[in-house]
């Protein structure tokens, strides 16, 4: 083999050596523009996610607060008929405004918890417990409602919990 033929394989070798090198580049070059595509396409989506939870979460709350609306405009006639010391109208004022406002809570989901039998810390807290012939761990009374919307508590009643009574020996 002559040095001419020699240099020449070199030189074809190189040649590929630089083509495939060349390849590998530009294969490198696009990954690298497709994740930075893909990562910024991310954080757009990401971004648009959490824009469009908070129109949502704004929306609901608009909703709600129509809502609450005409009942704020009963309190208002309530408050009206107790400075003009209108007893019965402000006392059928205020029941209009419980029902109103119980039932677009009921609408919208709430659910008082049931406080009877056997107290539940899941959906209960008792304050204190109280010496009582009922069945110990029973509930003997509720000092403020619990709430539910839809499973989750959104407040736990508030109860006296029935304790064992401590009867003396003489």
Same mark, same amino acid.
């Given at each position: 083999m002559t040095d001419e033929t020699h240099v020449h394989q070199e030189t074809v070798q190189g040649d590929q050596s630089e083509d495939v090198l060349g390849a590998l580049v530009s294969e490198r +070059?696009?990954?690298? +523009? @497709?994740w930075k595509r893909t990562a910024a396409d991310f954080d757009n989506f990401r971004k648009r996610a959490t824009r469009e939870r908070e129109e949502y979460v704004t929306l609901a709350n608009e909703r709600l607060v129509k809502e609450l609306l005409p009942i704020l405009d009963d309190l208002e006639r309530a408050l009206v008929a107790a400075t003009e010391h209108q007893e019965a109208a402000l006392e059928d004022g205020v029941r209009l405004v419980h029902q109103s406002l119980e039932g677009l809570l009921a609408r919208q989901g709430l659910k008082e918890i049931d406080a009877a039998g056997k107290f539940d810390p899941h959906v209960h807290e008792a304050l204190l417990s109280q010496p009582s012939e009922a069945e110990e761990g029973s509930v003997i009374d509720v000092v403020q409602k619990g709430y539910k919307l839809g499973d989750r508590v959104v407040r736990? *009643? @508030? %109860? %006296? %919990? *029935? *304790?064992p009574l401590g009867g003396s020996d003489g």
């Open positions: +070059d696009e990954a690298i +523009d @497709r736990p *009643a @508030r %109860v %006296v %919990v *029935a *304790a």
